[in-house]
């Protein structure tokens, strides 16, 4: 059995999987919230990531790595009745599935159980798993085609990823899938089946007793939103939670800048006007400003406030597009500054989060007051007490960092690449 695992790895190239690990620079293969080895992200179409996972990622109802439970485990989230199930079959080979999810399952077990096990203090090698079935319907669980497909991904899992599943939650599940669950149950091993739990509405409660109020999103129960990330906690395409830009969005961004370790911030002013306006923006003449303040603009703690509580509440969301073709990672926040704010005075919008632009473009939501005023964007070089990154050898901390970006409103953006209008939680 040993010598089969290993000859199928070989065959099927499985160690050549560009897995993203803090060491590297690939991509994420899915949404991520929560960890270290790799900073927070969602799929975006940079040019290392495939048009497979593209596809799928536009058919599948939204999955996301999300944090951990009270034992360490990582925890797994996959909007499963949000599936546009027909269409899986016509973006997708066998082949094409099995690679994006083999590539999943690598990134699980080379990059996610190690930093949990670093956490937990103990080896960490099983995952939660909640399948939400919110949106399920009886035709989605009757597309043979489909089925087929996941019969066959259940059976390379338990071939070649034995023993990765500590519990499994299958929640808002509605009468009806208790027909297709017979069916599926004889798919799996019985010691497979003893871990999973079949929970209707009502299923906070059981979630919560395994995976902290804070670590759980808002639409399981729990208290998190990850405001800081479009599409919170797990974006969906089919739910079109957040912008699901197309390469040539990230394409000649608008704005070019150098930075690097001994210059390593930038800053930008954007101009808003009201909706009604296109506003324009100015770049700020230098990119090196001091720490204790950027632009001198005052951090007001009394003032500042998460992302998702904004300055006024009428609000319209301008998003931020950027990218950075090497590094270790960088900062970014956001500050409001109104028409009627003293030259040295800002609100903070925006809290400083870590991103990892090199290894695939980042697209932020901000929210702001819809009247006029500026939005200061601010990015600087990760600390190197910041992220897993390693630390650049001295003569690569002497290549400046090409950072490129876009700022634009939601109204732009939607014409210009023909979005439809993104729902806003």
């Not at 670093?118 to 989605?140: H, L, P, R, T």
């Not at 009806?176 to 669950?181: E, I, K």
């Not at 992220?387 to 210009?416: C, H, R």
């Amino acid at each position: 059995m040993v010598n089969e695992w290993y000859q199928w790895r070989k065959d099927a190239r499985i160690d050549d999987l560009p897995i993203a690990q803090a060491s590297n620079t690939f991509p994420v293969p899915y949404a991520i919230r929560g960890y270290h080895s790799v900073a927070d992200a969602n799929l975006t179409a940079g040019m290392r990531v495939s048009d497979m996972q593209l596809k799928l990622n536009k058919v599948f109802g939204g999955g996301c790595w999300h944090k951990r439970d009270k034992d360490g485990h990582p925890v797994y989230i996959e909007r499963a009745g949000r599936y546009l199930i027909k269409d899986i079959p016509k973006m997708s080979t066998m082949n094409g599935l099995f690679e994006f999810h083999f590539m999943m399952q690598e990134f699980l077990n080379r990059t996610i159980f190690p930093e949990c096990s670093e956490m937990a203090g103990c080896e960490i090698s099983k995952q939660v798993v909640i399948f939400d079935m919110a949106g399920i319907s009886i035709g989605m669980l009757s597309h043979w085609p489909a089925l087929n497909m996941l019969r066959e991904m259940l059976s390379k899992d338990q071939l070649y990823y034995p023993e990765c599943m500590h519990l499994t939650y299958i929640v808002n599940a509605p009468s009806m899938f208790v027909t297709a669950w017979k069916l599926i149950r004889s798919w799996l091993d019985p010691r497979v089946i003893s871990k999973i739990h079949i929970l209707g509405k009502d299923h906070a409660d059981v979630l919560l007793k395994q995976i902290p109020d804070y670590n759980l999103p808002a639409f399981l129960g729990g208290s998190c939103r990850c405001s800081h990330m479009p599409g919170g906690c797990v974006p969906s395409v089919p739910l079109n939670n957040f912008p699901d830009l197309p390469r040539k969005a990230f394409v000649s961004l608008r704005h070019q800048v150098q930075i690097s370790y001994t210059h390593p911030r930038h800053s930008f002013v954007y101009n808003l006007l009201p909706a009604e306006f296109d506003p324009p923006s100015t770049p700020l003449s230098s990119p090196l400003m001091g720490y204790a303040s950027w632009l001198g603009i005052k951090r007001d703690s009394s003032r500042a406030s998460a992302p998702s509580s904004p300055v006024q509440s009428r609000t319209r969301y301008i998003y931020l597009r950027f990218t950075a073709d090497r590094g270790r990672g960088i900062v970014v926040e956001v500050l409001w500054r109104s028409s009627n704010d003293s030259a040295d005075d800002g609100t903070l919008i925006y809290p400083e989060v870590l991103f990892d632009p090199q290894r695939a473009p980042i697209v932020l939501e901000i929210e702001a007051p819809n009247r006029s005023g500026q939005l200061v964007f601010n990015w600087r070089i990760a600390n190197f007490d910041e992220g897993q990154a390693p630390f650049p050898d001295p003569q690569e901390a002497q290549v400046p960092i090409q950072l490129e970006y876009s700022v634009d409103t939601e109204e732009s953006l939607v014409k210009e690449f023909d979005l439809l209008p993104i729902k806003h939680d």
